[in-house]
């Protein structure tokens, strides 16, 4: 009898299938993101912050691994021995809050003045803008009630202030919500993102590499509205001139001025497309593998090296495993510490040691651009340091 076992014989019928049914995709991605992560770590949210970082370095699978998996990179960086000094201090976290709640006071009416000179001059004056609560339990909720707030304040015309609107945006197969300073909805129906910074604008111009900073967080924010937008019908229009507010000077009165995202936003929207899939790095990595805090040094370090970095100096000012990272690439004398430019430059040569003995005419193909640049350098640095008089022997 055991040949016709749960088989539909006479007088029986088929045992009813209790196996359960199979965890979705994005289920058993989050569960093994949680098991990389710790399971009793909580998740570090991705911001805009982070995601125009990763944007800038889109090979790095180290950083996309952790990030995606919520990891707490300055807490990791710490338990390696490598301590990072990157972040805002608490002074610059405390002034830049109280001159964002300066600027948003009396239900931003100051911030809807600047929008309104600087960005938008022939619509109506924002003389009573609505500002409509975002509050839900929750990222997703938080995201739905936003999504909810445009559509309605694109129904009713006039200006909308969103203090503090949530979004999201799909960054390699995870999701990340975002939290923008705020997003002004015009009476035509269009938005714009307003980045509030307390870095302060001189003579009407600021430090442009901090300028360049905002401009592609903004840039990650207006690619997360485009998001929302597509679903409505009909779509509003994104502003790609986003408005950066900074404080006057050296006082706490606002100023601001309108900055053009649009080649940021081509270029973070194309370095996301090009970031490798985190479910694909997760599932190459060996099971049991945590980049838990608490876990031991060398377990720890044996984890994160599992995971391939792509270092350069730029990580310094954009990552908190920087000094980790920069310690491994002097260790490999990885020509990448040098930088990207010299970098791309070297072609096939990885080393310091492999671009010193092409050089020397000790290694490499001559038939190399590379090689032969390095060669011809070599022999001018030569011929220079000569003593007067002396032939020099052209190199190989």
Same mark, same amino acid.
């Given at each position: 009898?055991?040949?016709?076992?749960?088989?539909?014989?006479?007088?029986?019928?088929?045992?009813?299938d209790?196996?359960?049914?199979?965890?979705?995709?994005?289920?058993?991605?989050?569960?093994?993101?949680?098991?990389l992560?710790g399971?009793d770590?909580? /998740?570090?949210?991705?911001? &805009?912050? $982070?995601?125009?970082a !990763?944007? +800038?370095?889109?090979g790095?699978r %180290?950083? #996309?691994i952790?990030?995606?998996?919520?990891?707490?990179?300055?807490?990791?960086?710490?338990?390696?021995?490598?301590?990072?000094?990157?972040?805002?201090?608490?002074?610059?976290?405390?002034r830049?809050?109280?001159?964002?709640a300066?600027?948003?006071?009396?239900g931003?009416?100051?911030?809807?003045?600047?929008?309104?000179?600087?960005?938008?001059?022939? /619509?109506?004056?924002?003389? &009573?803008? $609505?500002?409509?609560? !975002?509050s +839900?339990?929750g990222?997703?909720? %938080?995201? #739905?009630?936003?999504?909810?707030?445009?559509?309605?304040?694109?129904?009713?015309?006039?200006w909308t202030?969103?203090?503090?609107?949530?979004?999201?945006?799909?960054v390699?197969?995870s999701?990340?919500?975002?939290?923008?300073d705020?997003?002004?909805?015009?009476p035509?129906?269009?938005?714009t993102?307003?980045?509030?910074?307390?870095?302060?604008?001189?003579?009407g111009?600021?430090?442009?590499?901090?300028?360049g900073?905002?401009?592609?967080?903004?840039?990650?924010?207006?690619? #997360?509205?485009?998001?929302v937008?597509?679903?409505?019908d009909?779509?509003?229009?994104?502003?790609?001139?986003v408005?950066?507010?900074?404080?006057?000077?050296f006082?706490?009165?606002?100023t601001?001025?309108?900055?053009?995202?649009?080649?940021?936003?081509?270029?973070?929207a194309?370095?996301?497309?090009?970031?490798?899939r985190?479910?694909?790095?997760?599932?190459?990595?060996?099971e049991?593998?945590c980049?838990?805090?608490?876990r031991?040094?060398?377990e720890?370090?044996?984890?994160?090296?599992?995971?391939?970095?792509?270092?350069?100096?730029?990580?310094?000012?954009?990552?908190?495993?920087?000094?980790?990272?920069?310690?491994?690439s002097?260790?490999?004398?990885?020509?990448?510490?040098?930088?990207?430019p010299?970098?791309?430059?070297?072609?096939?040569?990885?080393t310091?040691?492999?671009?010193?003995?092409?050089?020397?005419?000790?290694?490499?193909?001559?038939?190399?651009?590379?090689?032969?640049?390095?060669?011809?350098?070599?022999?001018?640095?030569?011929e220079?340091?000569?003593?007067?008089?002396?032939?020099?022997?052209p190199?190989?």
């Amino acid at each position: 009898m055991s040949e016709f076992h749960g088989s539909a014989g006479r007088g029986s019928h088929p045992e009813p299938d209790r196996t359960p049914p199979p965890a979705t995709r994005g289920k058993r991605l989050r569960q093994r993101l949680a098991e990389l992560r710790g399971p009793d770590v909580p /998740a570090k949210a991705l911001d &805009a912050r $982070a995601l125009a970082a !990763l944007a +800038a370095n889109p090979g790095c699978r %180290r950083r #996309a691994i952790l990030d995606g998996a919520g990891v707490d990179k300055a807490a990791l960086a710490s338990a390696l021995g490598a301590p990072s000094g990157f972040g805002q201090s608490q002074f610059a976290l405390t002034r830049g809050n109280a001159f964002e709640a300066r600027v948003k006071a009396d239900g931003g009416a100051e911030l809807l003045r600047l929008v309104h000179s600087r960005l938008d001059p022939g /619509a109506e004056p924002p003389a &009573a803008a $609505a500002v409509p609560d !975002l509050s +839900a339990p929750g990222p997703e909720g %938080r995201t #739905a009630r936003t999504a909810l707030a445009l559509r309605e304040a694109v129904a009713a015309g006039g200006w909308t202030l969103l203090d503090h609107p949530m979004l999201a945006l799909d960054v390699a197969g995870s999701l990340a919500f975002l939290e923008p300073d705020a997003v002004v909805v015009h009476p035509d129906g269009s938005w714009t993102v307003v980045e509030i910074k307390s870095f302060p604008m001189l003579d009407g111009s600021a430090d442009p590499a901090k300028v360049g900073a905002a401009a592609r967080q903004a840039a990650v924010y207006v690619l #997360a509205l485009e998001g929302v937008a597509a679903r409505l019908d009909p779509a509003p229009r994104v502003r790609h001139r986003v408005l950066l507010v900074c404080p006057k000077d050296f006082s706490n009165l606002a100023t601001a001025s309108a900055v053009d995202v649009r080649k940021q936003r081509a270029v973070t929207a194309r370095q996301l497309a090009r970031l490798t899939r985190i479910e694909e790095i997760a599932d190459a990595l060996p099971e049991g593998m945590c980049f838990a805090p608490d876990r031991p040094a060398e377990e720890l370090t044996a984890a994160v090296e599992a995971v391939p970095a792509t270092y350069a100096p730029e990580c310094l000012s954009a990552c908190e495993l920087a000094f980790h990272c920069r310690e491994r690439s002097r260790a490999a004398d990885a020509v990448t510490r040098l930088g990207r430019p010299l970098r791309a430059d070297l072609g096939g040569l990885t080393t310091v040691e492999d671009v010193l003995a092409a050089a020397r005419g000790e290694s490499g193909d001559p038939g190399d651009p590379a090689v032969a640049a390095l060669r011809r350098a070599a022999a001018l640095r030569a011929e220079a340091l000569a003593p007067a008089g002396r032939a020099v022997a052209p190199c190989p």
